[in-house]
């Protein structure tokens, strides 16, 4: 949203006022676009509504976060020489699947299109049963600590917590003392540790614990 809102900016202060911007969505397996953005829509992450041609399947959870699966011309047959992966890339009824995961724009519209939401394939679970929206957690993460870290890992497949495996920015970590071939900064690190608590504290959920 933030790289949106910048290109409107610029805009604005070239042109003096906003270009139609369009959005869509797709794979190179879809070769590209499946569904696209056809109106005004002011935000990131909208992707819109199916091309012509383009049949899609959506596949909800209890959240009404749906996998999105597509079929249509612009769909691959399959994958060269490799007929395994080719089988396992489509469902019962013919449908590619993705791994993807959308939501409606208005649940009670559906002509208002889809907004993007991850992958569901990066979706993991833990040994509580509860799911862990990877995609959506690692951004989450990263407009937490923007300014100290470059990058994050969720990690956790069938564990009792979440973890974070945390690439901090260079210059944070220049008076990192090392120990045992690690790099310790202990300002950086109870800095990110209290981010990551005032974060915590504004979820909610089964689970809510940071140590």
Request: aromatic share 6%; glycine share 10%; hydrophobic share 40%.
């Amino acid at each position: 949203q933030e790289v949106w809102l910048r290109l409107e900016r610029f805009c604005i202060e070239e042109r003096g006022g906003l270009p139609m911007m369009a959005s869509s969505w797709g794979l190179t397996e879809t070769a590209p676009a499946c569904v696209m953005v056809h109106e005004p829509i002011g935000r990131s992450g909208v992707i819109g509504v199916p091309m012509p041609g383009v049949e899609v399947k959506l596949i909800p959870d209890d959240d009404m976060r749906c996998e999105i699966r597509v079929k249509g011309p612009n769909v691959t047959k399959g994958y060269f020489n490799d007929p395994e992966k080719t089988a396992a890339a489509f469902d019962e009824e013919g449908f590619f699947i993705t791994g993807d995961a959308v939501r409606f724009v208005n649940p009670k519209d559906a002509s208002r299109g889809l907004i993007f939401d991850g992958r569901v394939s990066e979706d993991f679970k833990l040994l509580t049963g509860t799911w862990v929206q990877a995609g959506t957690l690692r951004m989450q993460v990263l407009d937490r600590l923007k300014g100290l870290v470059q990058d994050v890992v969720v990690c956790g497949h069938d564990r009792g917590e979440v973890g974070l495996f945390i690439f901090p920015i260079p210059r944070s970590v220049s008076d990192a003392t090392q120990s045992q071939g690690a790099l310790i900064e202990p300002h950086l690190a109870a800095r990110i540790e209290t981010e990551l608590r005032d974060m915590n504290a504004a979820v909610t959920g089964s689970a809510k614990r940071i140590t």
